[in-house]
Each structure stands twice: as C-alpha cells, then as structure tokens.
C-alpha cells in the first residue's frame, strides 16, 4: 500500500471509532434519561394519566382519543380542560357517547382553545361508532394498517372514518372542526395522533398501555417542541420544525438502539425536556443535570 493510501486508511479507521465511540455514548445516555425517569411521577403530570382511570378497554380507547386530542398549549392547562371534560361525560364515556344528544348537552359551553363541545361531541360520537362497527378504535386502525402497510395512509383512513362517522367533515372551515383530528397527510408530524398511537400500541409499562394489535416497531416518535429540541441537539437528525420527515428521521435513529420499540425512548425524553427547559445553547446552569448532556452538540469539544 502506498503511503497516501495507509494514511486515508488510517483516517478513516480513527473516524470509524470515533462514530463507533458516539454511537455507543448516545445509546448509553438513552438508556440512563429512561431509567433515571420518576415514571409514576411524571405520569401524574401526563395527559396518558387521564386514561388509567378507566379500566373497560372501550372506555380507555376513547378517553385516550380524547386526552391527546385536547394536548396542545400549555399542560396545566390542557390537564385542567381534558378533566373538565371528562367530568362532564361522567365515568362510563362509551355508553355515553352511544347517545349523541347526551353527549352535545354535556359538552355545551366547554371551550379548549380553538375547541367547541361541539367539536370534542362530534370526535366521540364518530369514534365511538367507529369503534362499534369494528369491535375497537385499535383493530379499526390495525385493519387500515393491514390493508395499506403504510402508518401515514392508515392513520389518514381511519381519521376519515372516525371524522366521516362524527360529522367533522361536515365542517371544513371550521378550525375546531379541522384541528381536532388532523389529516396525517398534510405533512405535520400530527403530535396528537402519534401520542395516541404510542400510548396505545407500546406494551403495557405504567404508561402506555398496548391496548392494540399493532407492533411497536411501526410507530413514529410524537414530535412536539421537546423531542423537536433534543433530537436535534442530541444527533438524531438535523432538521427543525415539527414536520413527518423529522418524526421519521428521528425514530429512525432511534431505531437503531431498538428496532422494535424504537419509541420506548418519547417518555423520558419529552418529560426531561419539560423539567430541563433547554435552553439549546451552552449554559451551564440550566445544562446542569440534563442527562443527554454528554451527547448534546453544544456541549460537544
Ligand atoms: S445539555 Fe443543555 S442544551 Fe443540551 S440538551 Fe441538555 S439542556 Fe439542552
């Protein structure tokens, strides 16, 4: 070998390590975030907690349904408003919702937001129905997996459904209306929706729940203002703003820690970025204790 080639080769092999050195870094700082989480904790403060209130599978579907449909803004208040809500349905909320006259009486005058009752009365009504016409919410959503292979489109499906069956659709100019089930293909990382399908699909763990017959594996990251900031700072991908391509980009990287729970990681991660404040530059007081601190591109030499 000439000596410019051994040089090239010796450049690579120390850049190969150096990946190698990180790779193993980041998965390690992974790992701690999650089992240094105060899980029961930091459940109380989640909207997932709403949900282990209830014990009857369809009521712990649509209650799931409703509680990541309101979580936007700040959590306090969306705690507040998920309960006013769920206090007004009272504890048998699929019974309920087979009555949609009950249902609109007791959701008159609650307001979330750019949410009506009406706009929340609508959403259960036609996930309820859906729910009846296919056994549950989760074997609905499995058989537009099955059908599709593809997580956007059978989101997107069973969304339709669900907006069809309630009559959201009848309202398209209606921003409750259109914002409380998003369409998955209009491109946003549609939050909610994956927070729904995490706390759904992901095996039982005290958090979530694996109510339906879907892998894990299939399941993109719930990317909000948290994961948004840490994924970025921490390598997962390069990209900014809440979008589907920085959902698919970060999941894949953490696919490559657990390729068939790669989402295991959201919990911890989005509840450290709530308790740290990240401040995404370097800080040392506000870095302090921040467990991806060894991996974050700030603090990188
Ligand atoms: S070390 Fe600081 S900047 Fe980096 S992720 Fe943690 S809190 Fe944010």
């Known amino acids: 070998m000439t000596a410019p080639r051994r040089n090239a080769a010796r450049a690579a092999s120390r850049a190969d390590a150096r990946a190698a050195a990180r790779e193993a870094a980041l998965k390690a700082a992974l790992d701690e975030v999650r089992a240094r989480c ?7 403060q989640d909207p997932v907690s709403f949900v282990h209130r209830y014990t009857d599978p369809a009521d712990q579907e649509l209650v799931a ?61 036609g996930a309820r129905r859906v729910q009846r016409a296919a056994g549950s919410l989760g074997v ?30 009848r309202r398209p ?33 005290g958090v979530d729940l694996g109510l339906w017959p879907v892998s894990p594996a299939a399941l993109l990251i719930p990317v909000d203002t948290h994961i948004e900031k840490l994924g970025y700072n921490i390598g997962l991908t390069d990209r900014r703003g809440a979008t589907w391509k920085t959902a698919e980009e970060i999941t894949a990287a953490l696919r490559r820690f657990d ?18 404040q990240c401040p995404s530059e370097r800080d040392p007081a506000r870095c302090e204790g921040c467990g991806v601190k060894p991996v974050c591109r700030y603090w990188e030499e």
Request: proline content about 5%.
């Open 140 to 169: 609905a959503f499995a058989a537009e997996l099955s059908r599709s292979g593809d997580l956007r489109q059978a989101l997107g499906a069973w969304v339709r459904a669900i907006r069809s069956a309630g009559g959201l659709d």
């Open 259 to 276: 390729a068939a729970d790669p989402v295991k990681y959201d919990f911890a991660l989005c509840h450290l970025g709530m308790l740290q």
């Open 38 to 44: 105060a899980v029961e904790e930091r459940r109380a």
């Open 65 to 125: 349904l409703l509680a990541a449909s309101l979580a936007f803004g700040n959590v306090k208040a969306l705690r507040a408003k998920i309960g006013e809500a769920l206090d007004r349905l009272g504890p048998e909320i699929a019974r309920v919702a087979d009555d949609p006259p009950a249902v609109s009486a007791r959701l008159r005058g609650f307001r979330h937001r750019v949410y009506q009752g009406r706009d929340v009365a609508a959403l259960l009504v």
């Open 173 to 205: 100019n209606d921003r409750g209306a259109a914002h409380i089930l998003p369409d998955p293909e209009k491109g946003s990382a549609t939050k909610r929706l994956m927070l729904l399908l995490r706390w759904m699909i992901r095996p039982a763990d």
